[in-house]
């Protein structure tokens, strides 16, 4: 996928048009049409906006894996590990534990 297409998928998942976003990143609708079809990219201060308004990370609009970049495992690899474990040993106090967790503590 292109950044264009991850930015219009991301904006409709938000339910969003391209003048509702504009709207909340501060930037013609010209603008973000330019940018869903290639013919534009955003600046930095413009898809710091973009990322802010439709609550999604740069890694995502740009297709870049930060993990295989350090040679760490993917999140999808390290979610699939965890909730096959679903053991946490925070002693049930963890703020990012839910209840279907077990708790070695």
């Not at 990322?51 to 295989?68: M, T």
């Not at 965890?82 to 946490?88: P, R, T």
Request: aromatic content about 4%; glycine content about 10%; proline content about 3%.
């Amino acid at each position: 996928m292109t950044f264009g297409e991850r930015l219009k998928t991301a904006r409709k998942k938000m339910g969003l048009t391209q003048r509702g976003l504009g709207a909340l990143a501060g930037m013609p609708t010209s603008s973000i049409a330019q940018f869903e079809t290639g013919a534009r990219e955003p600046s930095l201060r413009g898809l710091r906006r973009i990322v802010r308004a439709l609550r999604v990370s740069a890694d995502y609009l740009l297709d870049v894996d930060i993990a295989s970049l350090w040679g760490m495992p993917s999140d999808a690899a390290v979610r699939q590990a965890e909730s096959a474990a679903m053991v946490c040993d925070c002693g049930g106090k963890c703020e990012l534990c839910d209840a279907s967790m077990r708790h070695n503590g």
